[in-house]
């Protein structure tokens, strides 16, 4: 594996033969359907070479998957490495290599058992050979999971796609969250140089401080294009009720607190639980701004916006999140916060190092996303 991250040696049949052999070394059997009698037995498992034997499932529904028949595994493999090839020489993207390769691998079936654990682990290579993460699927994917490979087979590869790309954002959250927990449980160095452990610590504040600042300039900015773009979202929903709903201008609000403003500490909870669904650790410890749309139909619902810091320690890299939940005020005169709901699959990353233009162009289309998935939310409690 190695060998092969480090590009001492390419991909290869025998290579992926090696790889198939040590996936299933503790495994030495398989279940086999005879097709006369109907009846499941157990097989010796062929490892490190190709199938003798078709390997077509049986569907839920009755349907035969037929995958490449195995007199035409060996000629499809060459066809699969040589196209690998062609595209790591025209720099394909990790994301859209991995999820092709993947899905190709599984077209052909070429081996008798674990295709699935070849494919998923070929895709990791082409991952960690790009520096990336590599490839981490749970349960709560698989039906995500098993829907993208469908859409693949009829020629749609963007879904697969998106998955591993989220896989690896997801793997970049839980990383940094990761290190401060690593850092913090390891024995300190009991031995550090002071004078020379100062200088570096004098010299290295000013270039965080510097980088901090330009990454509170950028959510600045991003917060006042938010706050209008929710302003006008409320507009637009109180002239469409102005004539359904008495009180449209107290029902139907946008509230904010920019940076500086004493409220910057309300909702904390909600940004936790959102963070927590998303995979990440939210400091609102060090920065932290937010928007709310709060729309009180027959039921009181709220969008939030939160820009905050992205894990314990500040290095200027911040994010915004986008959530939804209901509020209800009880007899006794609590507000009841129910059903909080991330509205993106990943928080909105902004950074020191982003492009301006470029940050804000993203960052607009991401808002437009999660305005239509907050105002679906709302309309689903109405």
Request: charged fraction near 25%.
């Amino acid at each position: 594996m190695f060998d092969f991250v480090g590009g001492k040696r390419t991909l290869s049949n025998s290579y992926i033969k090696q790889l198939h052999q040590l996936l299933t070394q503790s495994q030495d059997s398989t279940e086999a359907l005879d097709p006369l009698t109907e009846k499941i037995f157990r097989v010796s498992l062929i490892k490190g070479d190709w199938k003798r034997q078709p390997n077509n499932p049986l569907g839920a529904d009755g349907t035969v998957h037929e995958y490449c028949p195995p007199e035409q595994v060996a000629s499809e493999m060459d066809r699969l490495i040589a196209l690998h090839h062609q595209h790591r020489a025209q720099r394909v993207p990790p994301e859209i290599e991995s999820a092709w390769l993947h899905h190709r691998l599984t077209q052909i079936h070429p081996f008798q058992e674990g295709n699935g654990r070849v494919a998923r682990c070929l895709a990791s290579l082409v991952f960690i050979q790009a520096s990336w993460f590599p490839l981490v699927l749970t349960r709560d994917d698989r039906a995500v999971y098993i829907a993208a490979l469908e859409d693949a087979d009829q020629g749609d590869l963007s879904n697969l796609i998106n998955l591993f790309a989220k896989s690896q954002k997801q793997a970049f959250l839980r990383s940094l969250g990761l290190s401060d927990q690593v850092l913090s449980e390891a024995r300190r160095t009991q031995v550090i140089i002071s004078s020379i452990a100062d200088k570096l610590k004098q010299n290295q504040s000013a270039s965080i401080q510097d980088r901090c600042n330009k990454a509170e300039s950028f959510a600045s900015s991003l917060f006042e294009i938010a706050s209008n773009r929710l302003q006008e979202v409320a507009a637009e929903i109180k002239l469409s009720l102005q004539n359904l709903v008495s009180d449209v201008e107290r029902k139907v609000r946008k509230i904010d607190a920019p940076i500086g403003d004493n409220r910057s500490y309300f909702h904390r909870h909600q940004v936790v639980e959102t963070a927590k669904q998303l995979g990440y650790f939210a400091n609102t410890r060090n920065y932290h701004t937010w928007i709310q749309l709060v729309i009180t139909v027959e039921t009181s619902t709220t969008l939030l916006l939160s820009f905050h810091v992205l894990g314990h320690e500040y290095r200027g890299l911040l994010v915004c999140t986008a959530c939804a939940y209901h509020r209800d005020d009880s007899e006794e005169g609590e507000r009841n916060i129910s059903d909080i709901q991330s509205l993106t699959d990943s928080p909105f990353q902004l950074s020191y190092a982003d492009e301006e233009e470029n940050l804000i162009e993203r960052f607009k289309q991401w808002l437009e996303d999660v305005i239509l998935t907050g105002l679906e939310y709302c309309n689903k409690s109405i």
